[in-house]
């Protein structure tokens, strides 16, 4: 008798290793693969190895992006507790999913992923924790993949693919490298001596690279309107926002299409003092405020932009020269701030 | 097999050979004395469990190495294969008895450490790196069942270290106060201690609620040195109802070694007037259930103990001649002490709060060296020397500030300490007298 019971506590752990495994290998084999762009890092885990920690993309949620009762609980600036169950919900129509919506209430249907509130204080943004944010491998390997990640100072971002659920878990199947990457220096003009009036002049270099081992086209279109202009949130909320967020991005021509060689560098030049990049303060007792350059005094530190390059979408491409090269998506640089700060 | 009997087997064969006693009585002796050949094969247990949890973790770092070449199959057919055949093999062991019997409880270890093994090898697999203490919850519960069906003390330890692992990091990384562990670890394996009979798992168990309580106690804002404070009077207590009521011979001495050094590290604690600062402060008037948990059913526990300590004394049902000692009695008044200054507030003077200690480690000292010297007990001679020693040599740092009365304390404790020297040296002499003299 008492063999049988240990004989079924053996089987009982032997079912639960059974049931972890086949779990995910069902969601592997039969859920919705999707890509998902994300940063890396590289720590070790005494019990697991190597591994890549993950930044995704959709990790970072501003209040904007929020809806039903994470929504209201960011309006009130309330806390929202750590562990609340949330579902971002995904659209996948660039390659590259994109976060449509973070919400506590589950989706009846499409395409979302499950996970919990790891962190958030108030006003700043959301943090999620997909349960996907370590990427195992074999030892030493992950330290060649994070080296890989910069090259020429240009990132590169890291796609990981996944396959979800129709209950929103996801398990990582495998990863690319994006086809372009981005890189961004804030340079002052060295023409001007005195310090303030050389930053007030300061240009932003933006140098897109194909990283791919074919010719990739992007679509450049004049004075950097293939370029939007994103506020990041940095403990506190950013209240500067982007005068030209809804101006109206013209159609694509044909000598926009520039193609890249792999390899290839295609810079771009931002002037802080074009008046198409200023940004605005939207606190409430501030909605008076003029529009100010992106290296004003009034900008804080810790009030922090990013640009990104955005694809025009497939449709406006038809017809273009090499339209079958053009790369479709966004990329994001990393994020700067008034004294030309970047995380 | 205690030590006695194991001096008492080596020495038959002795006497035999030397024709002191026959072989017959010899052997009519051990047959007095059952246990003598039969006892647990606990070095036998200890070390292969000691291999077993080695070889175990060497798997765990084994396969973190994650080698590519390996495919995903083949990683989870190794380990689910070996889970398997060792609990096969420790079943079979555990069904002939004797010492393989204490073979196939390492056996079952091993493979409660590759069922930990493999929990942590599908997480690296699938690349699944969701709340991470859950794989120590799921593996204690693993081995705590493993635990209750052989039953075994060596699977309680596992379990018990694993829970407390999961506790502490549900506390400490997800600041997440599992309130009802403590309670289901103190229940689980406490019971399984007291079935078996085991001190060691006692002693595993004891420790485990005590980090995983005040590691609860943290995460609630509550006292963490009030909770360890009043579970080691508890401890104390409980040590002497068991060593007088034997409901589980030979435990009173792991209660006492428990309660005894996390009640004077905590008084220790309290003795310094700029750590009061942190016990007086901190969230006095929760109203939660898990805080009151915390904070009054120690305090009721420990005090209900106490009163089951001085009810047996007011009624004489001493099984012993020597009753404890009334500087016992600190004890519980330590506690209500402190619970009454938390009470109380920040606003209370932390000199008088720390006095307060200082005056019962102070009693607690001399009247264990007190002891030590009327009844030559070296044991209490010692700690309290030990006790009074560490209480000067604190108060040399934070209380005296002149080297005049620096000096003059320790003249007068270094002349106690060698009259105590003498009076025991006496009570000694005088014991060896009367010993001669029946």
């Given at each position: 008798m008492k063999s049988v019971a240990i004989a079924a506590v053996a089987l009982l752990q032997v079912a639960v290793l059974a049931y972890m495994a086949g779990e995910r290998e069902w969601i592997v084999r039969r859920g919705a693969t999707v890509y998902v762009r994300t940063a890396p890092i590289d720590p070790r885990d005494p019990m697991r190895g190597d591994y890549l920690a993950l930044n995704y993309a959709i990790s970072t949620v501003s209040r904007a992006d929020c809806a039903g009762g994470l929504a209201t609980a960011m309006a009130h600036t309330n806390r929202v507790p750590r562990g609340t169950v949330v579902y971002a919900v995904l659209n996948t129509n660039e390659g590259v999913a994109r976060l449509v919506a973070l919400t506590d209430q589950r989706p009846p249907g499409g395409l979302f992923l499950r996970g919990h509130?790891?962190?958030?204080?108030?006003?700043?943004?959301?943090?999620?924790?997909?349960?996907?944010?370590?990427?195992?491998?074999?030892?030493?390997?992950?330290?060649?993949?994070?080296?890989?990640?910069?090259?020429?100072?240009?990132?590169?971002?890291?796609?990981?693919?996944?396959?979800?659920?129709?209950?929103?878990?996801?398990?990582?199947?495998?990863?690319?490298?994006?086809?372009?990457?981005?890189?961004?220096?804030?340079?002052?003009?060295?023409?001007?001596?005195?310090?303030?009036?050389?930053?007030?002049?300061a240009v932003a270099l933006i140098r897109i690279m194909n990283a791919s081992t074919t010719e990739v086209a992007l679509v450049n279109l004049p004075g950097g309107r293939s370029f939007a202009l994103h506020s990041v949130s940095l403990g506190d909320d950013n209240p500067w926002r982007w005068v030209s967020a809804d101006a109206a991005v013209p159609a694509p021509q044909a000598g926009d299409v520039v193609v890249l060689a792999p390899g290839q560098v295609h810079t771009n030049q931002i002037l802080f003092s074009d008046p198409y990049w200023f940004v605005i303060n939207t606190a409430t007792n501030r909605r008076d405020a003029a529009a100010k350059a992106l290296n004003h005094d009034d900008l804080q530190w810790g009030n922090m932009f990013r640009f990104e390059y955005r694809a025009p979408a497939p449709d406006a491409c038809t017809g273009l020269p090499h339209h079958q090269l053009i790369w479709h998506g966004r990329l994001p640089t990393r994020a700067f701030s008034s004294s030309e700060w970047m995380d | 097999m205690n030590a006695h009997l194991r001096w008492l087997a080596t020495q038959l064969d002795e006497w035999v050979a030397g024709g002191l006693i026959s072989a017959h009585q010899a052997n009519a002796i051990r047959a007095r004395?059952?246990?003598?050949?039969?006892?647990?094969?606990?070095?036998?247990?200890?070390?292969?469990?000691?291999?077993?949890?080695?070889?175990?973790?060497?798997?765990?770092?084994?396969?973190?190495?994650?080698?590519?070449?390996?495919?995903?199959?083949?990683?989870?057919?190794?380990?689910?294969?070996?889970?398997?055949?060792?609990?096969?093999?420790?079943?079979?062991?555990?069904?002939?008895?004797?010492?393989?019997?204490?073979?196939?409880?390492?056996?079952?270890?091993?493979?409660?450490?590759?069922?930990?093994?493999?929990?942590?090898?599908?997480?690296?697999?699938?690349?699944?790196?969701?709340?991470?203490?859950?794989?120590f919850l799921i593996w204690g519960l693993g081995a705590l069942a493993m635990a209750w069906v052989i039953p075994s003390a060596i699977h309680g330890m596992l379990a018990a270290v694993l829970l407390t692992i999961w506790v502490c990091c549900e506390t400490w990384d997800f600041n997440m106060a599992c309130t009802w562990a403590p309670l289901v670890i103190a229940a689980a394996?406490?019971?399984?201690?007291?079935?078996?009979?085991?001190?060691?798992?006692?002693?595993?168990?004891?420790?485990?609620?005590?980090?995983?309580?005040?590691?609860?106690?943290?995460?609630?804002?509550?006292?963490?040195?009030?909770?360890?404070?009043?579970?080691?009077?508890?401890a104390i207590a409980a040590s002497i109802l068991a060593h007088e009521r034997v409901w589980f011979e030979g435990s009173a001495p792991v209660w006492a070694f428990v309660g005894w050094s996390v009640f004077l590290v905590c008084c220790y604690l309290c003795s310094f007037k700029d750590f009061q600062y942190y016990v007086l402060r901190g969230q006095t008037h929760g109203t939660t259930l898990a805080y009151l948990l915390y904070m009054w059913a120690p305090f009721v526990l420990a005090l209900a103990l106490w009163g089951g300590v001085a009810w047996a004394r007011a009624a004489r049902r001493w099984r012993t001649p020597s009753e404890p000692g009334y500087e016992l009695a600190l004890v519980p008044l330590a506690v209500i002490a402190c619970q009454f200054f938390i009470l109380c507030g920040p606003h209370l003077i932390s000199v008088m709060a720390a006095g307060v200690f200082n005056l019962v480690l102070?009693?607690?000292?001399?009247?264990?060296?007190?002891?030590?010297?009327?009844?030559?007990?070296?044991?209490?001679?010692?700690?309290?020397?030990?006790?009074?020693?560490?209480?000067?040599?604190?108060?040399?740092?934070?209380?005296?500030?002149?080297?005049?009365?620096?000096?003059?304390?320790?003249?007068?404790?270094?002349?106690?300490?060698?009259?105590?020297?003498?009076?025991?040296?006496?009570?000694?002499?005088?014991?060896?007298?009367?010993?001669?003299?029946?």
């Open positions: 509130v790891d962190h958030h204080n108030p006003p700043s943004d959301i943090n999620v924790r997909y349960g996907i944010e370590a990427y195992f491998t074999q030892q030493h390997t992950a330290r060649t993949l994070e080296a890989a990640r910069v090259r020429d100072g240009i990132q590169i971002p890291l796609d990981i693919e996944l396959a979800v659920s129709t209950r929103g878990t996801a398990v990582m199947k495998n990863h690319r490298w994006a086809p372009l990457g981005i890189g961004l220096d804030i340079i002052a003009d060295a023409t001007h001596t005195h310090a303030a009036s050389a930053r007030r002049r | 004395y059952p246990h003598m050949e039969q006892g647990t094969p606990w070095g036998l247990i200890i070390f292969a469990g000691l291999g077993a949890v080695i070889v175990g973790l060497g798997i765990i770092l084994l396969f973190a190495y994650n080698w590519h070449d390996m495919s995903k199959a083949m990683k989870l057919a190794v380990i689910i294969g070996s889970l398997c055949a060792a609990h096969t093999a420790g079943i079979a062991l555990l069904r002939r008895g004797g010492w393989l019997r204490g073979l196939g409880q390492s056996f079952c270890l091993l493979g409660c450490m590759l069922f930990g093994a493999g929990i942590f090898l599908i997480a690296q697999i699938y690349h699944i790196h969701e709340r991470y203490p859950h794989a394996l406490g019971l399984l201690a007291w079935r078996l009979r085991a001190r060691v798992l006692l002693l595993f168990v004891l420790t485990a609620v005590l980090v995983s309580a005040a590691s609860v106690a943290h995460t609630l804002d509550g006292h963490v040195l009030l909770l360890l404070l009043t579970l080691a009077a508890a102070l009693a607690l000292a001399l009247a264990w060296m007190t002891r030590g010297c009327r009844q030559a007990l070296l044991a209490h001679t010692i700690m309290g020397s030990l006790l009074l020693a560490a209480l000067v040599a604190a108060r040399y740092f934070d209380l005296f500030e002149s080297l005049a009365a620096r000096g003059l304390v320790f003249v007068v404790t270094g002349g106690v300490l060698f009259a105590e020297g003498i009076f025991f040296a006496r009570a000694r002499q005088r014991l060896q007298h009367m010993k001669g003299s029946t």
